[in-house]
């Protein structure tokens, strides 16, 4: 996807960073208080004060004793930027819409117009000259990386990603759309580098917290993305 208060905010802060409330006791982790994290020991969370933010909190996870037990341990926090249109229901987002959808999503891999940060263990796609991702409706390459583009896919309705260094120095691809691809609903949803404003529906944190997050990612702990809002962040769904 082409890149592009006070007290809500404060709120949003102590949900995802776990911070104590005046007068009370802490809360547990965020993690800890979802129904659902993806089954690994690993998990982001991108969460926003409400659906029409643009800004919000990146916030990676570790699941210490294990995925069936143990607890949630914060191993850092960014702050983050979503789509020029807020967030939109992942089950039900529409292209084109400017929206970051939520949900709990899989990262199948990393790429980058840079080399992968010293450290990297995911599957890390260098960008080339002739790297594209299609997002062409009628295109059989619909929400795919390609190289070259095909002919069938549209270069109006592709990103040509090298064309982006700022934003895609380094990105991880979030699985929104991804395995059954819905024609319509939306393509290249990626957390990536930001480009010093709203994105046209990606997640995007800064320079130094994209390269901590690539070092953190253990594909043995099926790291995942959970995109939301503060108030709805514990009732996030897997799609």
Known sequence: MRPGVVAALVSATLLVLGAAPAGGPPPRPLPARMAETGGGSQLITAVAPETGSTEGRVTWWDRRGGASGGRWVRAGSAPARFGAGGLADGATRVQGTN?????????????????????????????????????????????????????????????HLITYPAQYAHALVVGFNYHRPVRGRGAGIFLHVDGRGATAGCVSVPAEAMRRVLRWADPAARPHIAIGTSGGATAITRY
């Not at 002739?130 to 990103?159: G, K």
């Open 99 to 159: 929206t970051t959808p939520t949900g709990l999503y899989d990262l199948p891999y990393a790429f980058g117009i840079e080399p992968a940060p010293r450290g990297t263990a995911y599957r890390y796609r260098p960008v080339r000259q002739d790297s594209w991702w299609c997002q062409d409706n009628a295109s059989r390459s619909y929400n795919r990386w390609t190289e070259p583009r095909p002919a069938d896919c549209r270069a109006a309705e592709a990103e």
